[in-house]
């Protein structure tokens, strides 16, 4: 699905028990291929600092159910300084796209202590509207999302099948690199995030062997949970 020269996908979340998780890993793994980014068969870890403008409307936009939204977010992984991407996630409906840009380290310190103007001059879309999101749209961090991911890749439909594991929000800093970040999870431990993403079709093996019916569809978003356990540590 294309709009706006966007290419958009499927995506379909759910919440596992520890049985559930372990009895589909099984299944998973045998047949698909772990993701190549991952360190073990854990997977790698992902943290992530969301923005949101000074009213919020990312975080009400998800809970209210706006149909067509957006949220901008700063990637890394293993927390290491290596890999930093700039990333728009939108949202149509049940479809959704993942836009990404590198940024230097230097650019990534530069923004967190609000000298946006390193990215004024750049050429790429995404940084240019992240610039402009920042500078006239109030646009701040507000959030860290961490967690581990479990990664399994299937070529034919582009599926990627993934098992988020210790979700935790940062509640003490918004630099994703500061080392004594403190993380406090707000799911029970046991419990992981199941997501289906897919281009135009999921195959029949793979639905099969997934099986999403036996499982509750949930509008699970990491970055609301992360924000709402925000809002409780400060309240």
């Known amino acids: 699905m294309a709009i706006a020269n966007k290419r958009f996908r499927h995506e379909m979340k759910y919440y596992l028990n520890v049985f559930d998780y372990l009895a589909l890993r099984q299944k998973v793994s045998s047949i698909l291929s772990l993701d190549k980014n991952s360190i073990s068969p854990n997977g790698y870890g992902i943290r992530s600092l969301y923005f949101d403008g000074?009213?919020?409307?990312?975080?009400?936009?998800?809970?209210?159910?706006?149909?067509?939204?957006?949220?901008?977010?700063?990637?890394?992984?293993?927390?290491?300084?290596?890999?930093?991407?700039?990333?728009?996630?939108?949202?149509?409906?049940?479809?959704?796209?993942?836009?990404?840009?590198?940024?230097?380290l230097r650019e990534y310190e530069a923004i967190l202590a609000g000298e946006v103007d390193v990215l004024a001059n750049k050429d790429n879309a995404l940084l240019k509207d992240f610039y402009m999101a920042l500078k006239y749209r109030g646009f701040r961090a507000n959030v860290?999302?961490?967690?581990?991911?479990?990664?399994?890749?299937?070529?034919?439909?582009?599926?990627?099948?993934?098992?988020?594991?210790?979700?935790?929000?940062?509640?003490?800093?918004?630099?994703?690199?500061?080392?004594?970040?403190?993380?406090?999870?707000?799911?029970?431990?046991?419990?992981?995030?199941?997501?289906?993403?897919?281009d135009h079709f999921l195959s029949d093996n793979i639905r099969q062997l997934v099986q999403p019916e036996r499982f509750v569809r949930s509008a699970i978003s990491k970055y609301v949970i992360c924000?709402?356990?925000?809002?409780?540590?400060?309240?």
């Open 227 to 235: 924000r709402e356990v925000n809002f409780l540590h400060f309240k």
């Open 54 to 104: 000074i009213h919020n409307h990312s975080l009400y936009d998800k809970n209210n159910g706006v149909f067509n939204r957006e949220k901008y977010r700063i990637r890394i992984y293993n927390e290491s300084n290596e890999k930093i991407s700039l990333e728009r996630k939108s949202k149509y409906g049940d479809f959704i796209c993942k836009e990404s840009a590198p940024l230097s």
């Open 144 to 198: 860290i999302v961490d967690y581990i991911r479990e990664a399994y890749v299937y070529e034919p439909g582009n599926v990627r099948i993934t098992f988020d594991k210790r979700l935790a929000a940062g509640v003490n800093t918004v630099d994703l690199f500061d080392p004594n970040i403190i993380l406090e999870e707000p799911l029970h431990p046991e419990q992981t995030i199941l997501e289906v993403k897919f």
